[in-house]
């Protein structure tokens, strides 16, 4: 693509420069080739990316006062989102190959134009899949599954049936969406335990990104919901009757239990352990080994934006600091020595 096509693409200014320079892929200053685009947010990497090799230079326009001649500047609001919304446009689209020979289509699935089916997948009977997907080798996607059109699905990901995947979503290897959730009764009598129906539906909508070994469970007589823009990082687990909100983030090893709902646009750090029936208000931060207890609901209200919720029970991170810093004073103290009667 050209300069020009990428600025009409994502806006900014051409601040300096030839519209016509081909941009052909991004990379960082140190890398970066006279066909690439570098970004920088502040004056320090504005410099280096400016002194790089790097073609094409987006860039705040405060960062410097004057840009070398021999360097096409395009000054934007949010260089580091213009610069990832530039690799996704510039990055190759990968050519549609069909049905591996080796692959099992079941009877009556529906294949949109351009769908590929990597070698030994499995795609069961009554599946249907959107133009453009690609499910690569080994995956299983269960009877009945829908998918929608552009999606990815990477080898070894496991799709059970009353699965709805919308577009343009990606599912990393070894993630298995669908499965039964965890919930079990009690005999009280006998002590055994017998499965609660799991016979829910599992929806994720568009523009969500699912990373490697993540687990996500079926509504048990519902649906668990996974919302437009959510991004799961690797070793995440979202139980059942679930609801994640829009552009929600999970960092990995985070842990949600069943009928919990996570608001739009909060960020769940590494490590964080949500019980069940609990409720996290839009916008909330919880930075990594948080905890939600089962029942609680943890909101942003009343907190300055970006403040981050840490331990457990959540609460605020300045609060928790203060906690500590006074048990560590209390600590130093040691316990006071008990007076002898008479003396």
């Not at 990055?91 to 080796?102: F, Q, S």
């Not at 523009?207 to 649906?223: C, F, K, M, P, Q």
């Not at 070793?235 to 552009?247: A, S, T, W």
Request: glycine residues 14%.
């Amino acid at each position: 693509m050209t300069l020009g096509e990428l600025i009409g693409a994502l806006g900014g200014r051409l601040a300096q420069g030839t519209s016509q320079w081909q941009i052909d892929g991004v990379s960082s200053a140190d890398f970066a080739s006279p066909s690439d685009v570098a970004f920088a947010e502040d004056a320090a990497a504005a410099a280096k990316a400016l002194g790089s090799l790097a073609g094409a230079v987006v860039l705040r326009a405060e960062c410097v006062s004057d840009y070398p001649r021999d360097k096409c500047v395009v000054e934007a609001d949010q260089p580091r989102l213009w610069f990832a919304l530039a690799a996704k446009l510039l990055k190759p689209v990968l050519p549609g190959h069909g049905v591996h020979p080796t692959a099992v289509v079941g009877a009556h699935a529906e294949l949109a134009d351009g769908v590929s089916i990597g070698p030994c997948a499995v795609v069961e009977d009554y599946v249907r899949i959107g133009a453009g997907t690609r499910i690569e080798a080994g995956a299983v996607i269960g009877r009945g599954v829908r998918i929608g059109e552009f999606c990815r699905i990477y080898p070894r990901v496991v799709i059970y049936p009353g699965t709805e995947l919308g577009n343009w979503v990606i599912v990393h290897a070894g993630a298995v969406l669908g499965a039964d959730g965890f919930g079990y009764v009690r005999d009280e009598a006998s002590g055994a335990y017998t499965q609660f129906p799991q016979q829910g539906v599992l929806v994720i909508e568009d523009d969500v990104e699912i990373g490697a070994n993540s687990t996500i469970d079926r509504g048990a007589l519902a649906e668990t919901r996974i919302r437009r823009g959510v991004k799961i990082d690797n070793l995440v687990h979202v139980g059942h009757n679930c609801d994640i909100g829009e552009d929600v983030i999970l960092v990995a090893l985070t842990g949600i239990s069943g009928s919990s709902s996570v608001g739009k646009g909060s960020v769940l750090a590494g490590q964080v352990g949500v019980g069940d029936h609990a409720h996290i208000g839009p916008g909330v931060i919880l930075g990594g080994q948080a905890g939600v207890f089962s029942g609680a609901k943890v909101t942003a209200e009343g907190l300055k934006p970006g403040t981050v919720l840490w331990g457990t029970p959540a609460r605020p991170l300045q609060q928790v600091l203060r906690e500590q810093a006074v048990l560590a004073r209390l600590a130093k103290r040691g316990p006071k020595k008990k007076s002898r009667g008479g003396d």
